[in-house]
């Protein structure tokens, strides 16, 4: 990926864009081999007698402030084609007839649970999978119980919430991002989670739609951070807060962190560096291939452009839809950006499994350390693009903290030209469960798949 300047998203749809710089990367190595996953009906890639798991990528520049900035970049990966796993009790509705993806050789994917308009996700501690449906205002929770790679339960663990999104743990606590404010519920391993304490209330009002999903993120020091979505496409918004991200104290006191990003999907604090990264999605109708969309690290006080300048591949340029302000786009903060209009939704790192993470069944979790920095981001894909882009799921190497461009690691939901229409799924978030496996939410096939290492 590449140091840029904006992207785009819409309505059911985000997007995305690459960024990053030019130093070679080394191409992932296989583990000692594991043994084959036992889960019913795995879709497997076969891996080649090298084992090397997918392309090389370029490593990226760091994200800090410079006179000039790169425009998006992406890598083009290995991809072998599998079918789906789908067990006997998942075979109805969209998987009631074999699915193909492509996906990075060595890797394996089949269908965990099904969850319908399944957005959002979080790990408890105990390794169940918290999964948000905003629009019916609840979370529910998927367990695998005997190892298997299935989840054999599903439960709902809060109802009655108002549009649910961001999750994050703390000091016992499950902190829940709705519409117009953040609860926490302290919870108790495995049984469930308590009543709500409120600890941050009148957040911009809104009703449920795609941008005013709120993500949530808590630091080390345990300061919370939410990003509140624009009204609009481009606009001069009534209510400041729109278009920025928040930083709150544990107390709840808050003040501006950044702004200039029209719509943040999601935000993940780095394990490394400790830099605050966004999922971002860019304004609409400038082009096929502008503005990249913002993923990487913000900086504290920084402003990225939005309403009134994006970049155009070349340099920072004014949005002439906006009247008025910053006409030169002077003071703009570079960030690291990906395929406009892909529509990055989901954002996690991973850190590494610390084991071989098989079950007493055979189900093998764990993705090679060699992937340990990289940051995991899932494409819900664009929806007014010439010829679609996104419905996948990209890694971007970034041990350091400095975003490499973006390589394929699942990408094949789109099977038609153009976009929402020609997908039976969209990727929305990324997660690593306690087995070291990745987990990704679809919203449109409404399931959850789980995604490992097999060699």
């Known amino acids: ?133 905003p629009n019916q205002g609840q979370i529910v929770g998927l367990t695998d119980g005997d190892g298997d790679g299935v989840a054999e339960q599903t439960r709902v663990v809060a109802q009655g919430l108002e549009c649910p999104y961001g999750m994050d743990f703390r000091d016992g606590h499950l902190y829940v991002a709705q519409s117009t404010r953040v609860d926490r519920f302290a919870f108790g391993e ?69 702004r200039g990003l029209r719509n943040v999907v999601d935000l993940q604090v780095h394990p490394v560096t400790g830099q605050l990264w966004v999922a971002t999605n860019e304004r609409d109708s400038l082009g096929d291939d502008v503005p990249p969309e913002p993923v990487g690290p913000v900086q504290e006080g920084a402003d990225y452009g939005w309403p009134f300048c994006f970049w155009n591949g070349a340099g920072w340029q004014q949005d002439t839809r906006v009247p008025g302000r910053n006409p030169t786009c002077q003071g703009l903060t570079p960030y690291n950006g990906i395929q406009a209009h892909s529509a990055p939704l989901g954002l996690t790192f991973y850190q590494g499994s610390g084991g071989a993470a098989t079950s007493a069944s055979g189900a093998t979790g764990r993705v090679p350390d060699d992937y340990v920095g990289t940051a995991f981001v899932g494409l819900h894909g664009s929806w007014n693009r010439t010829e679609g882009t996104g419905f996948k799921v990209v890694r971007i190497p970034a041990a350091d903290g400095n975003p490499a461009p973006a390589e394929d690691l699942i990408a094949g939901w789109l099977t038609g030209p153009r976009g929402p229409g020609d997908a039976w799924g969209r990727p929305v978030d990324v997660k690593v469960g306690v087995d070291g496996a990745l987990y990704v939410s679809d919203d449109v096939a409404g399931a959850v798949y789980r995604v490992w290492w097999s060699g």
């Open 190 to 258: 495995p049984a469930g989670f308590g009543k709500a304490e409120r600890v941050v209330s009148a957040l911009p009002p809104s009703g449920c739609a795609p941008h005013h999903y709120r993500p949530l993120a808590i630091d080390a020091a345990g300061n919370l951070y939410v990003a509140f979505g624009s009204s609009c496409n481009v606009c001069v918004e009534a209510d400041a807060r729109r278009g920025t991200v928040w930083q709150y104290t544990p107390d709840g006191n808050g003040r501006e962190y950044a």
């Open 1 to 133: 990926m590449v140091a840029c300047g904006g992207a785009a998203d819409q309505p059911a749809a985000q997007q995305a864009a690459p960024a990053g710089g030019q130093q070679q990367r080394q191409a992932p190595r296989a583990p000692e081999p594991a043994p084959a996953a036992q889960a019913p009906a795995v879709a497997q890639a076969a891996a080649p007698a090298s084992a090397a798991a997918g392309a090389g990528a370029a490593q990226g520049q760091p994200a800090a402030p410079r006179a000039a900035v790169a425009a998006a970049r992406h890598v083009a990966t290995d991809l072998a084609p599998v079918t789906v796993g789908v067990p006997a009790p998942f075979r109805r509705g969209p998987f009631a007839q074999d699915r193909q993806l492509q996906i990075q050789r060595g890797f394996s994917i089949s269908v965990f649970g099904l969850v319908p308009r399944a957005r959002s996700m979080a790990v408890t501690p105990w390794g169940e999978l918290l999964v948000t449906q």
